[in-house]
Structures are given as C-alpha cells and as structure tokens.
C-alpha cells in the first residue's frame, strides 16, 4: 500500500508538471526528450480536431438557424444517433432543422411555388413549426406525435431533435402526414427502437 501510495503521488506531482531531477531519473531517460505516449498523442489531436469543428460550425451561415434547435453541436452523441437512420431519414431530420426543406415558405422563395402559403390547410405561410406544430389538416398525425413524446417539455421542435427516441416520432409525424412524399418518396413509418 505504501509503494502505491508513493506512486500515485508521483503521479499526481508528475501531472501538475512538476518533473524529477535528471540526476533521479534512470540513465536512458536522462539523455533527451521522453517518448511522447501515442494514446496521449491522439488525444490531444482528437480535442484540437474538436475544438476546430466548432469553431467551423459557428462560423457555418446554418448555425444561426440550428442552434436555436440543437444547441449543443457538433457533438458525438448526435452525430452517432443520426449514423443509425438510414440516409433519407437524416436528410429529412436535416432539412427540418436547417429550414431547408420542399415546404411551400422555402420554395417561394427559390419561385419554385407560386405562394408560400399552405397548400394543406390555406391559412398560414408553411414553415417547419407550421407544418409539424400547427397545420390542423395534420392533427390527428400531430395528436399521435404528442401522444408518443412523453416529456411534455419537449413538445416543441427543438424538443423533438433533441433525442434519438423523439427523432423516430418525428420521421414516423411525417410518414403519416405524406406531406413530403413527392420529394422522399414514401416515407415509410419507421419502428420505434427499444
């Protein structure tokens, strides 16, 4: 216990940067630099290559609308829960987050649609919130997806993207509308994981 004890303090001293003597160390360490540990060594790149993929993420024209939704990215835990969805399936959850998606706002302003208004409902301009929390033609969809969100505090977008379990009841709100079904195709309702 004694021998451990005085390890872990050189250990700790060690990590604070407080070095031994030349003359105490061991004669091959005396000579030159100590030999850089490669777990040590890619662990420093792997936060430095972090540290510049946020800072290339705040600097992005999308952060601006995203980070109201997703604040915390990038981030690892996102980036894996999303690698699970197969292809379509992330660019829809994308696209409702940038705002860059084939509803009637957006397309008005490309002119690709004559009105951004609703083409379901006629009453309000289409947007993503219109579209997901307020178009009454998608109520029951809507009803069902209030319904599977348990935590009534993330019934909201930014709610909705903030999980993996509330990103399947999202994919599975608009496979039940269809509203996107001439961009995705069928959009098949997907199965809830466990």
Known sequence: ?????????????????????????????????????????????????KKRAVKLWKRSPRHHRVDPLL???PNSKFSSSMAKLPRRHTSIITQLATGHIPLAKHLFRFK???????????EHPETVVHYVLHCPVHK?????????????????????LSSHENRIH?????????????????????????
């Open 1 to 49: 216990m004694e021998g451990n004890e005085a390890a872990d303090k050189a250990a700790r001293e060690a990590a604070e940067g407080n070095t031994s003597e030349k003359r105490k160390l061991p004669p091959y360490l005396r000579k030159g630099p100590l030999p850089i540990s490669k777990s040590a060594r890619r662990q420093a790149f792997n936060s430095k290559l």
């Open 71 to 73: 604040p915390d990215l």
């Open 112 to 122: 690709r649609v004559n009105s951004p208004t609703c083409p379901c409902c006629r």
């Open 140 to 160: 029951d969809a809507r009803t069902k997806l209030m319904k599977d969100i348990t935590n009534a505090d993330e019934r909201n977008l930014a709610g909705m």
């Open 170 to 194: 999202l994919l599975n709100f608009v496979a039940r509308t269809q509203r996107l079904h001439s961009v995705f195709g069928n959009v098949p309702e997907l199965i809830e994981e466990e």
